[in-house]
Every structure is written in structure tokens, then in C-alpha cells.
């Protein structure tokens, strides 16, 4: 297992398979793992914040679009945050 915050709520993957997305309503973060060539996490790549005040206002939702758009819901700050992915 793989810690990322202290509530992760909703996970979402990539259209290439790639990274496995991680909403984490406690720590107001979006974790991104790698998948290794078995499918399973080998670590956090990275932490997306918001940049808004508050953070994401804790984020439960993801959806990613095929043109790697972002799109998480914050059920605190009641708000939808778009983020174009590398």
C-alpha cells in the first residue's frame, strides 16, 4: 500500500494508463502515481494544490478527459477546478 494524505476519497486513471490519480479530501491535495508495467503503484510522483485559498475545499471527485483535462470537485468550497495534465 501506498499512504496519500489522510482521506482519499476518489481515485481516477489516465487515458494512456499511466498515472492513477488520487482526490484527498483531508490533506486538500490530488496525488499522482506511476503505475509500473505490473499496474501497480510504485509511488507519488506528485502533489497538485490549488491554487485558490482553502485549496480545493475538499476534493472528492475526479474525471479526466481524452484530451488529459483534470476536473475535480471540491464538496467544501462547492466548486468544480480544471487542470490541463503534462
Do not use: C, H, K, M
Not at 494524505?5 to 491535495?29: F, K, R
Not at 490530488?30 to 475545499?57: K, Q, W, Y
Amino acid at each position: 500500500t501506498i499512504g496519500v494524505g489522510t482521506e482519499p476519497y476518489d481515485v481516477v486513471l489516465d487515458p494512456n494508463g499511466t498515472y492513477l490519480y488520487v482526490a484527498d479530501y483531508g490533506s486538500n491535495t490530488i496525488s499522482r502515481l506511476t503505475l509500473g508495467g505490473n499496474s501497480l503503484p510504485t509511488g507519488v510522483v506528485d502533489t497538485i494544490t490549488s491554487a485558490a485559498s482553502g485549496g480545493f475545499g475538499g476534493p472528492v471527485g475526479l474525471a479526466i478527459t481524452p484530451g488529459r483535462v483534470l476536473y475535480v470537485t471540491g464538496w467544501d468550497s462547492n466548486t468544480v477546478q480544471a487542470f490541463n495534465l503534462p
